[in-house]
């Protein structure tokens, strides 16, 4: 291995991390094995497996895993492996296997919980060490699974903490989530949104609370948003969410930032859409909740003003406009970012519509916005590269983070506290050292729900 543990802890200082993070193949090799080999990773939404032999296959790290709704009803996550020459079970996507799996190569078959099944001509294999009771012979499974409220996590460790504690703080974004719905449920719907972006993972981490770039990297689609909004006479929806990232400094500097253990942290009253609160789509929402939980705390509910959650290895949550932003590591420059929406269960269908309009407006390939942050990841990749610096800054507000019992908060809503604090993540990633992984053999049956 290229890089000690002090190497790589040297690589972390309090006020910045050195370029390498990004830029160096090796040490994305080590973070595929101690973070994702170690952290609970979110996998997908039960809700996208409703029916048995239903699966979705996705990546946790540089795995290729499929989540499956097995026989008994509950979720399984299996790596998507035939024990007999390796070929990948199923393709790509989502469908249904029926009431077993059969690799498309030499058709040996799989009980939807992973289990070996058959063996076409098994005389063949008699004499052998072949024994369809050796779990070597199946297709393996994650050996932790949890659910928290429908969403699926999987950790590639048997040991650590229970789903609960590692998400600690941001549980209560999820809650939120969820309870926008009258029945406390949500749905993914509307299709999934996916583009490969030019640079690596922990970049995309870091912007999600930067509320330093917004006014100067998103200057042109806000400010087209005004000038149109000026010849309507009127600023629309579309527009008016656009127009929210031109806000002057002073608004950013009186957000909240907190920041958890594990890397997590959310950014408090990011977005008020004021058109939204006054629409008729938005008074519907308010009542159904209202009949289901009471006047005061469907004011609750609505009054959490979450923009972005970061749940760090999996992606960021966004409970107002009930949106994941799912961030998959592809390579040392390369990552997937897959954008799910959500139907809250229950609600007046303009709240979903509404969500989609986000989702196309923010979110989509097609976006006026995020191709702006794509261009700028991109160019920190580049620059990185270079021999311009070997270290990257995270300066802003340091030393001023308040501790609480239950984390951090910033004391200015530009601080760079929650870059600094998905690096002391990282940094305890690394310093557990090897062996703690996903190495680690495995205990349970890997399901959930």
Not at 156 to 170: H, I, M, N, R, T
Not at 209 to 229: F, G, I, L, N, P
Not at 304 to 324: A, C
Not at 325 to 349: H, M, S, Y
Request: hydrophobic content about 35%; aromatic content about 10%; charged content about 25%.
């Amino acid at each position: 291995m290229p890089y000690t543990d002090e190497q790589l802890a040297g690589l972390v200082r309090g006020d910045s991390v050195h370029r390498a993070l990004y830029t160096d193949p090796a040490i994305f090799d080590i973070e595929m094995q101690r973070i994702y080999g170690r952290a609970w990773i979110y996998v997908g939404h039960e809700s996208q497996v409703p029916k048995t032999g239903d699966y979705h296959t996705t990546r946790l790290g540089d795995q290729d895993v499929l989540m499956v709704r097995a026989a008994d009803g509950r979720v399984h996550v299996l790596y998507n492996r035939c024990p007999h020459k390796g070929a990948k079970v199923v393709a790509d996507g989502e469908g249904c296997a029926g009431k077993f799996f059969r690799c498309p190569y030499h058709a040996w078959t799989f009980k939807l919980d992973g289990s070996h099944l058959g063996v076409p001509l098994k005389q063949g294999l008699e004499g052998t060490s072949y024994d369809p009771t050796d779990p070597s012979f199946s297709m393996r499974r994650l050996p932790r699974v949890e659910s928290y409220r429908g969403f699926v996590f999987a950790s590639q460790s048997a040991e650590g903490q229970p789903l609960v504690d590692f998400l600690g703080g941001v549980r209560s974004s999820i809650d939120n989530l969820c309870d926008r719905s009258p029945v406390g449920e949500v749905e993914v719907a509307g299709g999934i949104f996916r583009v490969m972006q030019r640079s690596n993972w922990k970049v995309f981490y870091e912007n999600l609370h930067d509320t330093m770039h917004a006014r100067v990297t998103h200057e042109s689609s806000y400010a087209a948003a005004r000038d149109e909004a000026k010849e309507m006479g009127e600023m629309p929806l579309e527009l008016h969410i656009m127009d929210g990232n031109g806000e002057p400094y002073e608004f950013w500097e009186k957000l909240e930032l907190r920041a958890y253990d594990n890397g997590h942290g959310y950014m408090e009253g990011i977005f008020n859409p004021g058109a939204a609160e006054r629409d008729p789509v938005s008074r519907a929402h308010f009542e159904s909740l209202t009949g289901a939980y009471g006047e005061q705390r469907a004011r609750e509910i609505l009054g959490m003003n979450r923009h972005n959650t970061v749940i760090y290895g999996s992606g960021s949550p966004h409970t107002v406009f009930q949106q994941f932003r799912v961030i998959r590591p592809v390579a040392v420059d390369r990552t997937l970012i897959e954008i799910q929406t959500f139907r809250c269960k229950g609600a007046p269908e303009g709240v979903f519509k509404r969500a989609m309009l986000y989702a196309n407006v923010i979110n989509s390939p097609s976006s006026n916005v995020m191709p702006d942050d794509i261009e700028l990841y991109n160019r920190c990749q580049e620059g990185n590269a270079t021999r311009g610096g070997d270290w990257v800054s995270m300066h802003r507000y340091h030393g001023t983070d308040r501790v609480e019992p239950d984390g951090m908060v910033s004391v200015n809503g530009t601080s760079e506290l929650p870059m600094r604090n998905q690096f002391r993540a990282w940094k305890a990633y690394m310093e557990a050292g090897a062996g703690t992984g996903a190495d680690a053999t495995a205990k349970g049956d890997g399901a959930c729900c």
